[in-house]
């Protein structure tokens, strides 16, 4: 299973040098974060070992089983749905957090966020296009969210993430991206060190990346197709 990973990392590297090429862009600008959800530890271990430092995991009970047999040296990021009662273990066993979506959430990883632990890097999470089974804020309300979170000690704001409504066209997906980046823009004008736009996976990395893009969340273009859950 492990063997066909270096070069699948290598298509996604070259993937994202193209097109940030096509975009004008340099491809520094933009990070990849491996989204490892259902890998097992010994893949996840694999592709860090090739140079690979951030990980996403949508499932909060699924990351906490797997890290203590992953590298001590990877960076953890949640980007999937937080229940309050799961805030606890985003704060303790995560580097970032995507998926910020409200006020209260904001406290509670704040106040939970270990004081021996660096703050904790957050991303609003936009909600973009209008399916209802998406999590996040509105481009209205993102702003006064922010404003909020930048107060709390414990956190560092960063920028938003959002995860549009899936399209075939190319033009879709943009106007989506564009709309998150006009969010990013507006926070970049208002608060430092806002510098990440998370947006972009295996099928519309390049749309993502031509709207500015500094991270994009790829997992079945790294480990193949996941098996159902
Ligand atoms: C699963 C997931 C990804 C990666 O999706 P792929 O299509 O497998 O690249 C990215 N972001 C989030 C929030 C996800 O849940």
């Not at 920028?159 to 926070?187: H, N, T």
């Not at 990440?196 to 990346?209: E, F, K, N, R, V």
Request: positive net charge; charged residues 20%.
């Amino acid at each position: 299973m492990t063997t066909s990973l270096a070069p699948r990392f290598l298509a996604v590297q070259q993937q994202i040098a193209e097109a940030a090429r096509v975009a004008g862009r340099d491809p520094a600008g933009i990070r990849l974060l491996a989204v490892s959800k259902t890998q097992e530890p010994v893949q996840i271990n694999a592709l860090h070992a090739l140079g690979q430092v951030a990980f996403g995991e949508n499932y909060i009970q699924e990351a906490l089983v797997k890290q203590p047999n992953c590298s001590p040296t990877i960076e953890w990021h949640c980007i999937g749905p937080v229940q309050s009662n799961k805030s606890r273990l985003v704060a303790e066993h995560f580097a970032w957090c995507q998926s910020l979506h409200s006020l209260k959430l904001a406290r509670r990883l704040a106040e939970q966020r270990p004081s021996h632990l660096p703050p904790l890097h957050c991303c609003i999470q936009l909600h973009i296009g209008d399916e209802a089974n998406k999590s996040g804020v509105s481009p209205a309300e993102a702003l006064a969210l922010a404003e909020a979170v930048v107060t709390l000690p414990s956190l560092c704001l960063r920028g938003v993430m959002c995860i549009p409504p899936v399209s075939d066209s190319v033009p879709e997906q943009r106007r989506y991206f564009a709309e998150a980046k006009a969010v990013y823009q507006q926070l970049q004008h208002r608060f430092e060190g806002i510098d990440t736009l998370s947006m972009g996976m295996s099928a519309d990395l390049a749309a993502a990346i031509a709207e500015g893009s500094t991270m994009v969340r790829v997992g079945t273009a790294l480990f193949g197709p996941r098996a159902k859950r």
